[in-house]
């Protein structure tokens, strides 16, 4: 392995005085405050050396508190320590073949090393946990020379019983899994080549939603920083630093071989990326719970229930010619799949508008200056969906007009000077997502990704560099009838030094951040937090979610707006100290 945008994957040695205590900044659960709750463990296990040996355990619904099936919520507990020196590892969790949760796992430290605890809210898979079924933990490790930190992890699930203060979260008929449908590990489909899933729906299915997990891994971790394949050859230092490919990505799902909607993802930083001191101990925003995608698609549920089996397939393109990318992406996907309760006939119906581009609209230029010691490129690339139908229902004869939309703008500049000792990326990324079923929204999707980095290198070894990073993440989603709608607004800014050396790494580094949420039920949860060479500096929380709320101005009632998303929230700043 090379060092650089290649390497940043790297390990870090450091020496904790005491354990740290790691977290991504994120808002807690929404769940009944005054609710009964069961809580269950659902597995224990230390990854050591486990690649190919997932945590495979039997999950039965708890009897207490209320018919499985019943509950107003569940929440998933993931507690980890660690020891030592590793590398960032993927984990994914998942019930009867579907994934629920991907997440990652922050780098140890060694003395008395690190821990972590995540909460997710998982009620919107409800129907897979109401009968006993498979849960799987695959958290893949390698324990050699070098690398000697063991994941040792325990997973609790908290079930919050109905009340009539809390009513039965809403939820699906029926979840279908696009993936490997593996019975040893988290099923996750890897990416080129495209991969196909075949399955049948109820002939009385009336809406179908998919969410989709995505995330580069491998060669495509750092895709967003990937060169032009044209400019490869004009930067010295090129195949140091970074990969091929470029760095614009588009993942698609189609329907028997035609596009139904497409994901221009989130970049999740892992805490190994650009300068792993930057991420002590806050990690990126999405490091612990990568963001999903969403896709309403009950406009082509007439092409869905004629009993016969149909083919799903999931891929990933760039915007090369030929587009191509990089190895690897991991892939899955599910779908809410709700049937009319009022009738077995079959749904009828037809697509009326169908205006879907095999490709979207992709361009690249760029500059090569003083022999190639200066280069700049641009890629851009934009998505214009737009679907209708009528969707019929058996039996009452109901008529549901369905409208599926997607816009989608991506811009990524970068600049190389010096032959590559320093590169810049600047990459916006928004979207408008949205579906109405009989002028009604159901899906919205509304999202700012600007990230901004700068990496120097600081002498012609290419084995120690300073790096500065301005990550975004704006969302107002509203993801399907079973999940509450919220905007998130974060922003994130990192800074570090780093340095390989024989005998462990060194490095330090600080991270700033600002946190909102507020959801259709008014609750509000604000953090603002900072770091600087592993301390917390800075940690102020308020909001109804908080652990002490604070009531705010403003901050409490259905739909008010208490931050905005303004501009790209990306600008070059260096030197972000806590």
Known sequence: MVPGLVLFAAVFLAVQAEVLRNFQVAQPPVVPKDAKQCTVQVLQRDFAFSYGQSEIVTLNPPTDCGEPGSWAAITLNFTVTSNGTQYDRLGIFSINKTEIWRTSTPEPTRGDGIIWTYLKDVSQYTPLFATSNTFILQLDNIIQTGLDGVYSTVVHATYYAASKHASTVKQSNQIISLSRLSDNDGGVISVPPAYNVTTTFPQNTVE????IFASGNSREEFWFSNIVNEYMDDIPLADSIAYHNGPFREVQLALDGKLVGTV??????????AAPPMWRPISAYGALELPTYHLDLTAFVPLLVDGLPHTFTLSVISAEPDYTTEQNWYLTA???????????EPTTGNVTIYSIDPYPQM?????????????????TASRKVHVESTVVAGGSGKKNHVVWTQDLKYTNVQTFTQGGITQVVDQKSSGAIRSTQNGKRVVEDLYEYPLWMNLTYLGPDLRNWTVSVDHTYNRALHADPFTLGSKIASHQTADAFFQLQTGGN?????NNN????????????????????????????SGSLAPYPVTEKGAQGHGQDTFRFGGSGAGKVRGGGG
């Not at 221009?264 to 990326?273: H, S």
């Open 334 to 344: 599910n779908l809410q799949v709700i049937t009319n309760s009022a009738s077995n």
């Open 363 to 379: 361009s690249t230029t760029g500059h090569v200056l003083n022999g190639g010691q200066d280069v700049d490129f641009t890629v």
């Open 514 to 541: 600002t946190f909102s949420y507020l959801d259709d039920k008014g609750n509000t949860y604000r953090r603002k937090v900072n770091a600087a060479y592993n301390v917390i500096t800075l940690d102020e929380e």
């Open 506 to 510: 060194y490095g330090n580094g600080t």
């Open 264 to 273: 221009f993802p989130f970049v999740p930083i892992f805490t190994g990326g």
């Open 208 to 211: 179908v939603y998919a969410e």
